[in-house]
């Protein structure tokens, strides 16, 4: 596990691609696991509706590895959903753990709904490293290595 950690974090670092996972249903599984229960935690951190839940836990992971699948499928990888998936759920589940969970404890669940402005753009910042992650994924180059 500890193993899969790293390379998540080497993904996000720019150091690895998706590339570098196993092509693992059981993969995608486990970090579709972990994305849900770093989930939870925001979850259980904050004031949500049960609708704002459902959504969170049901529609928000499945447009997201839908979306993936239509991405893949338009840059001709569908060979590597399985990695792709994995290196954003898994790199998804560990930015929220150290960034977004931090951010929320330190601003209060009241303000979490409205964050200042300076949160606003970390929050940016991450969906932009999201977005990186899936560009890698679908490069046809090998990433480099440092």
């Known amino acids: ?81 399985a990695q792709t998936v994995s290196a954003v759920l898994g790199c998804t589940a560990l930015l929220a753990l150290v960034v977004s969970v931090p951010m929320v404890l330190l601003v209060g669940p009241r303000m979490a709904g409205n964050p200042p402005a300076a949160l606003q753009l970390l929050a940016l910042g991450l969906v932009i490293a999201f977005i990186l992650v899936v560009a890698a994924s679908s490069s046809s180059r090998p990433t480099r290595t440092c």
Do not use: C, H
């Not at 390379?7 to 249903?25: A, C, H, T, Y």
């Not at 836990?57 to 001709?76: A, E, Q, R, S």
């Open 1 to 81: 596990m500890q193993q899969f950690l790293k390379v998540f974090l080497d993904i996000v670092l720019w150091r690895r691609g998706p590339q570098d996972l196993p092509n693992s249903g059981l993969l995608v599984v486990l970090t579709l696991v972990a994305y849900e229960l770093v989930n939870l935690v925001q979850i259980a951190l904050m004031e949500v509706s049960i609708a704002e839940l459902l959504l969170y836990l049901v529609v928000d992971p499945l447009m997201l590895m839908g979306g993936l699948w239509l991405v893949m499928m338009l840059f001709g990888r569908r060979d590597r959903w």
